[in-house]
């Protein structure tokens, strides 16, 4: 197989001309988000030269200590991220929900790098930080999903979930069906990708693999053994992000905290 | 004299800053069955929440069989207490399985058997057979609270909280459930109504001293 084609800086320009086109298709049909548009492009090209800069940094220096901070770096922001679309506050659920990201993605990274990839440093740059990252990515969707279905949902049905307290339920026998649905809704996502990969579009990592010079074969256990990964890391996160939760969330007394919710 | 099942005492509720209870006290005998009755809105239902551990008072205390209800007892004593809700919301299901329901806690695994009286209870609260199999959705107002108080019933608890336990009952239905609650032997009773007619053979009628409090309920 060949190897990766650098993009040039005449081929970056070319690829900042085709935003033209998506330009014009909005101001033709008087859609006024251009300033939005030009702001998100801007956004993407500083944030994406920081952390290839970064990256760059990291990957020279290839140091294991260094690596972990970059994704407990990473780990933090998806922490502070999933409350706030959560709407739930920081101050009470980051330290539960970072602990429950931080296994949620240790586990299947290290358990890929080390017995599936064979490596001999479980903590190599190349490796740990790509995967990792997306592990967590897709752990933010489905705890996102998860834990904001979680509370909404006992929040809305707060009398029958009370009911069951009145009825003897211990909290952990009570919040079982609402655990169960919000774990349910949160996974979903990540079954119907995997029901559909290959399909539909091919995957991000597939996609890498084979740019990156490798047969598709390769890029096919690649795929296969991250889209594994990413489901054991949601259902790890999902469920331990909401058990921790869960002394923040709800009274000594059993009921959900009223002022749970942040603004 | 009777040993106190019930022992609420300067009981003090505030929500948004006004009082929704003011220095409230009621004893309850154990087998007594006392009906507490205060206008809509006067605290009727906040002073059940009280008694569950729902809401913590800004004042007084509450005690049942004198051990006193607070954060760290309340789980043991919910098992001494069942409550029926003015509208009660059990879940989804069927009633089978929403009265079967409770018994999968660990709290309640000895009552399973309890559920052999279902039968029974249906039929005292005139209550076909077949409704069991329906779902809890598909039942009137009147149906789900007598379905509710059967599954409090059911746990046979020594405190009965009802939360106007006739509202939506009609008159035969009402009167099926007051010689059901009449018949009760060693059960003790607290219910909260508009009128003396929520629970016509109560041994004792308490008024939620009128003024006490602003108009609200803490939900």
Redesign the interface.
């Known amino acids: 197989m060949t190897e990766t084609i650098d993009i040039s800086g005449p081929g970056m320009i070319a690829a900042y001309c085709l935003l033209l086109i998506p330009l014009a298709m909005l101001l033709w049909q008087g859609v006024s988000i251009l300033g939005r548009v030009t702001i998100a492009a801007v956004r993407m090209t500083v944030q994406l030269l920081f952390v290839g800069l970064y990256l760059q940094f990291v990957f020279n220096l290839n140091n294991a200590w260094l690596n972990c901070a970059w994704l407990l770096i990473m780990i933090l922001v998806a922490d502070v991220s999933i409350l706030r679309h959560c709407r739930l506050r920081v101050r009470w659920f980051g330290p539960s929900l970072f602990v429950a990201l931080l296994v949620g993605t240790a586990v299947p990274v290290l358990y890929f790098t080390t017995l599936i990839l064979r490596r001999p440093h479980s903590m190599e740059a190349r490796y740990l930080i790509p995967i990792g990252g997306m592990i967590l990515g897709n752990c933010l969707r489905a705890d996102i999903i998860g834990i904001r279905h979680f509370y909404d949902t006992i929040k809305r049905d707060s009398r029958t979930f009370e009911q069951s307290l009145a009825q003897g339920a211990e909290l952990r026998e009570a919040i079982r069906p609402y655990l169960r649905e919000a774990f349910h809704n949160a996974v979903s996502p990540t079954i119907a990708t995997m029901m559909t990969i290959g399909l539909v579009s091919l995957p991000g990592m597939m996609t890498g693999v084979i740019l990156g010079g490798q047969p598709p074969v390769t890029a096919i256990r690649y795929q296969i053994a991250i889209m594994i990964a990413i489901f054991t890391g949601t259902a790890i996160a999902v469920p331990c992000a909401i058990l921790m939760s869960l002394k923040c969330g709800f009274l000594p007394s059993g009921p959900l905290k009223s002022d749970v919710f942040a603004g | 004299m009777k040993d106190v099942m019930l022992q609420i005492s300067a009981l003090t509720v505030h929500a948004g800053g006004k009082p929704i209870l003011q220095n409230f006290s009621l004893e309850v005998g154990e087998g007594e069955q006392v009906l507490v009755t205060a206008p809509s809105g006067m605290g009727k239902s906040t002073l059940l929440r009280c008694v569950?551990?729902?809401l913590?008072p800004q004042g007084g205390s509450i005690a049942l069989q004198g051990e006193p209800v607070n954060?760290?007892s309340?789980?043991a004593l919910?098992?001494q207490?069942?409550?029926v809700?003015q509208?009660?919301?059990?879940?989804n299901g069927t009633v089978r399985d929403i009265l079967a329901?409770?018994f999968?806690?660990?709290?309640?695994r000895d009552l399973r058997h309890n559920l052999d009286r279902v039968p029974d209870l249906l039929r005292q609260l005139r209550l076909p057979q077949e409704i069991a199999e329906q779902q809890m959705e598909s039942l009137s107002g009147g149906e789900k609270q007598r379905i509710a108080l059967i599954?409090a019933l059911l746990?046979d608890r020594p405190l009965l909280l009802l939360d106007e336990i006739s509202a939506s009952l009609d008159r035969d239905s009402a009167e099926a459930v007051f010689t059901t609650l009449a018949g009760l032997q060693e059960q003790t009773v607290l219910a909260v109504g508009h009128h003396a007619d929520a629970l016509p053979k109560a041994d004792r009628i308490e008024m939620l001293p009128y003024g006490s409090g602003q108009q609200g309920e803490i939900?």
């Open positions: 569950l551990g729902f913590t954060d760290q309340i789980w919910r098992r207490m069942s409550y809700a509208e009660p919301v059990l879940g329901r409770p999968d806690y660990h709290a309640n599954a746990l939900q």
